[in-house]
């Protein structure tokens, strides 16, 4: 049975938060840039052949026949013609890559993947050949397995039924790795038929061997209503595959879900700001007691944490964050706490820090705001708390502030109070949000806010 868009939206979310996810990516995506699908690929090679493609067309005998006919360097010649351009952006993939897969992999030619991850400066190891996979943890980049092989190297792209064929000996450790990870993580498919074998094949291998303890996987795909057989098509995903399958109207929107998963993911991202230079005694335990009552009522909630490591407030959250996943067991801590320092030095210095904090609080759904030095009479204009709250006020983020007698939070509440009516999710609670409140008390309201506003969203 389908999944609602609500079930998908929250079950990914999850998986997502946790890193247990990989991409696989199908000709569909990469139509989404302007490439052709495996049946548009192959029309011009059938026509010359004489044999026009039918919907159950097997596409690897049709290269074949022409190879057979052609030769194999006149195939690879033609496929190269067809897909080797520069042709990349794609709202598709690029929300593609907000979600943050790690791993992807793809039976492409192309590289969509590559040219989109190019364009944001993020690098990439690329893995064709049994031999790449060496590289596969070099500097943690992101991984995209080409299954059947690069356009960069036509000689080695996997496109007959002979290529198929001797594919479990010429991908032998491809193949085993492809295997381990459907096993070990959670895939979302995109822009793929569940037409081809070879995937298939390794999908009803490990249903096979691991049964009920075998992963589900999901896909988001176009209901096919003039398709008679396509609802029992979907079922036999769900029962022999263990591909959960979210059904949409039309192709465009699988951007508009990506587009809403990306948002569901951020909002549980929270970014807390705040930094003191004071030693004074009082602050310092309020500091400890806050930072203690945040973390664990966040974490507890599953909500994740983004710090910057302001001074003293951003040791005290770090330091109890840690302390909270240590007593659950928690070994993968760096999921739920996420450092980022703003460290810079020299001209330039305060352009870099500001760059990096609009990318880290780019990422997260809300940020709460708490301290920050303040001297009325001479007010820093490079305080770090200062910009980050503009950074989250121009970017639309949900803001708690938490008033501070004499520091920049202070302010900030004074400001958001002086203007509720743009804040209506804290209308309630505005009051109760400062030093006086007691910080479990106070780290509960917070919680409340959060999730009322992933609510309304």
């Not at 951007?255 to 004074?280: C, H, M, P, T």
Request: glycine content about 6%; charged content about 25%; hydrophobic content about 35%.
């Amino acid at each position: 049975m389908p999944l609602t868009k609500e079930q998908f939206l929250n079950q990914f979310t999850r998986q997502a938060l946790d890193e247990r996810i990989s991409l696989f990516v199908g000709a569909g995506a990469s139509a989404n840039a302007g490439y052709p699908s495996w049946h548009n690929l192959f029309v011009p090679l059938a026509k010359e052949l004489g044999a026009p493609l039918g919907e159950s067309t097997n596409y690897y005998r049709i290269a074949q026949y022409y190879s057979n006919k052609f030769g194999q360097a006149e195939l690879r010649k033609r496929i190269n013609d067809i897909i080797n351009k520069n042709d990349f952006y794609s709202p598709l993939i690029d929300e593609l890559i907000n979600v943050g897969f790690t791993n992807i992999w793809t039976t492409n030619f192309d590289n969509v993947l590559e040219l989109n991850y190019k364009s944001r400066n993020i690098l990439i190891n690329k893995v064709f050949r049994d031999a790449d996979l060496s590289n596969i943890e070099l500097n943690k980049r992101i991984n995209i397995y080409k299954m059947n092989g690069d356009i960069t190297s036509p000689e080695g792209i996997v496109a007959t039924q002979k290529d198929y064929e001797e594919y479990p000996d010429s991908h032998r450790m491809m193949l085993m790795f492809f295997k381990r990870e459907l096993i070990s993580s959670t895939f979302l498919f995109i822009g793929y038929s569940f037409t081809d074998n070879l995937v298939m094949d390794c999908l009803s291998e490990i249903a096979r061997y691991l049964g009920d303890a075998a992963p589900y996987h999901y896909t988001i795909m176009k209901n096919d209503i003039s398709n008679a057989y396509f609802n029992y098509f979907i079922d036999d995903l769900e029962r022999r595959y263990h591909i959960r399958v979210l059904l949409v109207n039309e192709y465009t929107d699988i951007y508009f879900v990506l587009k809403e998963l990306n948002e569901r993911i951020r909002n549980k991202k929270v970014f807390i700001s705040g930094a003191f230079r004071s030693f004074d005694q009082k602050i310092e335990e309020y500091s400890h007691k806050l930072s203690r009552n945040i973390t664990e009522e966040l974490l507890a909630n599953d909500y994740r944490i983004i710090n910057g490591i302001g001074r003293h407030f951003g040791t005290h959250i770090i330091g109890y964050a840690n302390e909270y996943l240590a007593k659950k067991g928690i070994k993968d801590k760096e999921k739920y706490i996420i450092v980022r320092p703003f460290v810079g030095i020299g001209e330039k210095s305060s352009e870099d820090k500001k760059k990096l904090r609009e990318e880290v609080i780019g990422g997260c759904g809300s940020a709460i705001f708490v301290f920050g030095d303040y001297n009325q009479h001479s007010p820093n204009p490079h305080s770090g708390v200062k910009e980050e709250f503009e950074i989250a006020m121009r970017t639309h983020k949900t803001i708690i502030p938490i008033a501070y007698p004499g520091m920049r939070s202070e302010v900030i509440w004074n400001q958001i109070k002086n203007n509720i009516t743009q804040f209506p999710y804290l209308e309630k609670s505005i009051d109760s949000l400062t030093s006086k409140c007691n910080t479990n008390e106070l780290a509960k309201i917070i919680v409340y806010i959060l999730d009322s506003v992933q609510d309304l969203k």
